[in-house]
């Protein structure tokens, strides 16, 4: 009996996270960070894609495919903290799109992240 309710309260918890933003984007001077929620990790080998458009010219500043940070001590297939991407100082609002692989190590599942924000 407790193991089935932990398969339904894990299937639960897992349907709820699926496809949702565990990886947030802050603005920086000159940069955007990420901040990944505790648990995930970001595939190394996801196709990943990040666009960076200029909110006021509607010109592609940056298009990001791939990530470096570092390693997650659980899984080495992951990044656990990812390096900022650098942008022009003078690049003004901008609108990140595109799409981030995810995985929740506690849970076993991967997951993709939609990006559509302006920062």
């Known amino acids: 009996m407790k193991g089935g309710l932990f398969f339904v309260l894990a299937v639960f918890f897992a349907v709820e996270a699926f496809g949702s933003a565990v990886v947030r984007l802050v603005r920086e001077p000159g940069t955007v960070a990420f901040s990944l929620q505790k648990g995930y990790g970001v595939q190394k080998d996801g196709k990943h894609e990040l666009t960076f458009t200029s909110v006021s010219t509607g ?4 298009t990001v495919k791939s990530f470096q ?6 899984d080495k297939k992951y990044f656990n ?13 901008i609108r990140v799109t595109g799409r ?3 995985c929740s190590f506690a849970q076993k599942f991967c997951s993709v992240q939609r990006v559509n924000e302006e920062l």
């Open 81 to 93: 903290r990812l390096q900022s991407i650098s942008l022009p100082a003078d690049a003004g609002k």
């Open 59 to 62: 010109k592609i500043l940056l």
């Open 69 to 74: 940070g570092s390693t997650a001590p659980e």
């Open 100 to 102: 981030i692989f995810y």
